[in-house]
């Protein structure tokens, strides 16, 4: 149990184009999402937090208009990187929880974005 | 305050031996460490956690070990095997209220068990 889906597992896309990523809670329903991203050889850097309905909250030093996060269902959580640049390759991996205070997050197996 | 810090970045540890990979953190109000595994290419997947009620937890060849005074907490990996060669994250999180849980990572830690 408790499978996060992430699609696609890889893209290749121009500089100036965007690209959507889906994160999706396969067999629970995920109150809240987390997105995060790593660079190769580094740790996981949380971009933002999203809670289904409402706005995502971003860390400091995150664009949110560069990168849009819809939480607009219980099982579906989605990044956008607009406009993305050769800058922005790199590995985005989501995660998710129950609603179960104690509950842990379970990660997808996150997606490669190589901007060319 | 939100750092978690840790220790080794790289291991090298022979088959059947012990690993053991360290994290050290600040803010008290951390109450959930887990740590993760995460092979090259996938997203991490949850090993083991511990929450600081008590000082050690132990699933399989995995154990935490937990210092709520020294605000530090260990993994140890029993009868290391070639097949847990991978990057260790240890994490942590305040409650849910008001801060929604998110996950602070440690650096990683990459462990390489030779034959």
């Known amino acids: 149990g408790a499978v996060v889906s992430q699609h696609p597992s890889w893209v290749i896309c121009k500089s100036g184009t965007s690209v959507k990523i889906e994160c999706r809670s396969l067999d629970f329903q995920a109150t809240t999402m987390f997105w995060y991203r790593q660079f190769p050889k580094q740790s996981l850097m949380l971009m933002a937090t999203s809670n289904e309905g409402s706005k995502a909250t971003y860390e400091q030093g995150v664009e949110k208009d560069k990168f849009l996060i819809n939480h607009a269902s219980l099982t579906l959580s989605t990044l956008t990187v607009t406009s993305a640049h050769p800058e922005d390759s790199s590995f985005y991996i989501c995660?998710?929880?129950?609603?179960?205070?104690?509950?842990?997050?379970?990660f997808g197996n996150g997606t490669r974005l190589t901007v060319t | 305050q939100q750092q978690v810090k840790q220790s080794p970045q790289s291991l090298i540890v022979q088959k059947g031996g012990i690993s053991i990979i360290n994290c050290a953190y600040e803010n008290t109000a951390f109450d959930y460490f887990p740590w993760y595994q995460q092979f090259p290419g996938k997203g991490p997947a949850l090993l083991i956690a511990?929450?600081?009620?008590?000082s050690e937890k132990k699933e399989g060849r995995f154990t935490i070990s937990f210092n709520k005074s020294a605000k530090q907490f260990s993994l140890h990996i029993m009868d290391s095997q070639p097949g847990d060669s991978a990057t260790y994250f240890c994490?942590?999180?305040?409650?849910?209220?008001?801060?929604?849980?998110?996950?602070?990572f440690g650096q990683g830690t990459t462990l390489q068990v030779k034959p």
């Open positions: 995660s998710a929880r129950t609603v179960s205070y104690n509950s842990p997050l379970h």
């Open positions: 994490a942590a999180s305040q409650p849910r209220a008001g801060n929604t849980g998110k996950l602070i």
């Open positions: 511990i929450r600081p009620d008590v």
